[in-house]
């Protein structure tokens, strides 16, 4: 089993940043993916990044140049730098785990753990 706690949301002003980060407990395996999502009210959730054990990384184009992700396998945490914040990125975030997995994916179906969520509020 596999649990994910997420952090770090808040409420920022356009052009602001935030650092939202994911702890990991469990056995994640030394292969697998992990990615963040997010959710905004009446709309679908969308893959927003991913990254592999070995370092790939996967962002959606809305994000790339923004949003930065990054894990420290040390501490059992998956981080997501969000930068240059605009009202289209408020959302709750979710962390998401796939142990085994190969290769980033930014789609839901390749991820079996989620977490509760975070949620980010962007004002203009």
């Known amino acids: 089993q596999v649990q994910l706690v997420e952090s770090g949301g808040g409420s920022v002003q356009s052009g602001g940043s935030l650092r939202l980060s994911c702890s990991v407990s469990g056995s994640i395996y030394s292969s697998h993916r992990m990615g963040w999502f997010r959710q905004a009210p009446g709309k679908e959730r969308e893959g927003v990044a991913s990254i592999a054990s070995d370092g790939r990384t996967s962002y959606a184009e809305s994000v790339k140049g923004r949003f930065t992700i990054s894990q420290d396998n040390a501490k059992n945490t998956l981080y997501l730098q969000l930068n240059s914040l605009e009202p289209d990125d408020t959302a709750m975030y979710y962390c998401?785990?796939?142990?085994?997995?190969?290769?980033?994916?930014?789609?839901?179906?390749?991820?079996?753990?989620w977490g509760q969520g975070t949620q980010v509020t962007v004002s203009s």
């Open positions: 998401s785990a796939q142990p085994g997995g190969y290769g980033p994916s930014r789609e839901q179906y390749d991820y079996s753990y």
